[in-house]
């Protein structure tokens, strides 16, 4: 698959349908976290996979009144990092930076391989963390969700959730969030000088 066509097909759905959780999975998606880059190669991203149905329940517990669907997960995966296992350059901290680098390779892999994986954010750390048996230092970052895109399931999901499953939520457009040389705050401003590159309005 292409890159672009890649990336694209990559969506956070929370419908998912059950999946065979393989070593060989857990295999490929490590394959390709391992060749993730990170500040002098520090690699501060640690991973616990959770995919046995009764450690599935206890993390489940731990997920805010909004990620109840992610018991529709097969797999969790709980992502975690603290601060002294990557650079921190006069009070920047790049564990969190890295650790995304690493987990946004982890859910490409997984896209490709026909799968959903969803990171989450509502969760109770403290409780997720003693589930997974993570080391209280660590810091939880994200649980994501892991399992296969399923059209139509009736789970209770919010109209905005509801919605996202069919469409993309919409994106900022480039000339809000980039720049040419310099920042311009002047949103109107910047849109004038991207106006060679995009036409989005
Ligand atoms: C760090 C992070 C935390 C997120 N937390 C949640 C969450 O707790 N619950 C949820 O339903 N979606 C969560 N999402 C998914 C986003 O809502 C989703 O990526 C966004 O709406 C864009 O949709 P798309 O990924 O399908 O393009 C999270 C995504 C990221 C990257």
């Not at 070593?23 to 490590?30: A, C, S, V």
């Not at 450690?55 to 992502?79: C, H, M, P, R, Y």
């Not at 959730?161 to 310099?182: G, V």
């Amino acid at each position: 698959m292409e890159f672009k066509e890649l990336v694209s097909k990559r969506r956070a759905y929370r419908k998912l349908e059950k999946i065979n959780v393989t070593d060989e999975l857990i295999k490929e998606l490590m394959e390709v976290v391992k060749l993730a880059p990170s500040c002098n190669n520090n690699q501060p991203w640690r991973f616990v996979f959770v995919y046995d149905q009764e450690k599935l329940d206890e993390v489940n517990k731990t997920f805010e009144l909004q990620n109840k669907w992610a018991k529709t997960a097969s797999l969790l995966i709980g992502v975690f990092s603290k601060p002294d296992l990557d650079c921190q350059i006069k009070g920047r901290d790049y564990y969190l930076f890295d650790t995304g680098i690493a987990v946004s390779y982890l859910i490409l892999r997984a896209t490709e391989m026909g799968l959903t994986a969803h990171p989450t954010s509502y969760f109770d750390e403290q409780r997720a963390k003693e589930a997974m048996e993570i080391p209280s230092d660590m810091k939880l970052i994200s649980i994501l969700t892991v399992g296969k895109r399923k059209d139509s399931d009736k789970i209770n999901l919010s109209s905005e959730q509801e919605q996202s499953e069919i469409k993309r939520p919409k994106r900022f457009s480039a000339q809000y969030i980039s720049y040419l040389n310099n920042y311009v705050g002047e949103y109107e401003e910047n849109k004038k000088r991207f106006s060679s590159i995009f036409d989005e309005s």
